[in-house]
């Protein structure tokens, strides 16, 4: 697992009403370039007044922690769900007070929470890897400076499964 700095790490929205803590140590950090990771970032950012989710290379960078690890501790009135489709299982998450993306969930049995790097309080944890950047926008080179992968790689995957195993005994 990722090591940083601290047991608790807290992220908010853009004007602070809504508030993250998250407890322990993050499972991997990622940009992610899938298409429905580029299309919820436009679609989110169509909305009055939103920050930019995407980078200027079409990736979205994410901090995953265990769910059982993430508490909304201000503001959980304010947090609007969005799906690009009615049938997705995913979820971004939006404060409504500012229209700032703030993390993504699964309507299913998934272990973990996408928080969105941008709203990460403090020094985030660096960015480990690029992943699916077969569906990056053709105009774009991704740098060398961290690995990248055209699809989810095994180290990411077993980083899941990992975080994945203490949640049973934590239960």
């Not at 995407?54 to 995953?64: I, K, N, P, Q, S």
């Not at 790097?117 to 403090?122: K, P, S």
């Not at 950047?133 to 995957?157: A, G, M, R």
Request: proline share 9%.
């Amino acid at each position: 697992m990722l090591s940083h700095s601290g047991t608790d790490i807290r992220a908010a929205c853009a004007c602070g009403r809504v508030e993250l803590m998250l407890i322990g140590n993050p499972i991997v950090t990622s940009v992610c370039y899938c298409d429905d990771c580029q299309a919820g970032a436009r679609q989110l950012a169509a909305l009055p007044g939103a920050p930019l989710l995407a980078g200027e290379d079409g990736g979205t960078a994410y901090v995953l922690f265990p769910k059982d690890r993430v508490r909304c501790v201000t503001g959980n009135s304010l947090l609007k769900s969005y799906k690009l489709k009615h049938e997705s299982v995913t979820n971004r998450v939006v404060a409504t007070c500012c229209n700032a993306p703030v993390f993504m969930n699964f309507d299913n049995v998934r272990h973990w929470v996408p928080i969105y790097r941008m709203r990460m309080l403090g020094n985030p944890p660096p960015i480990e890897m690029r992943i699916c950047t077969k569906f990056k926008p053709e105009n774009v080179t991704v740098p060398d400076d961290i690995p990248s992968y055209p699809s989810y790689p095994p180290k990411f995957l077993l980083r899941l499964l990992a975080a994945w195993v203490p949640m049973l005994f934590r239960r």
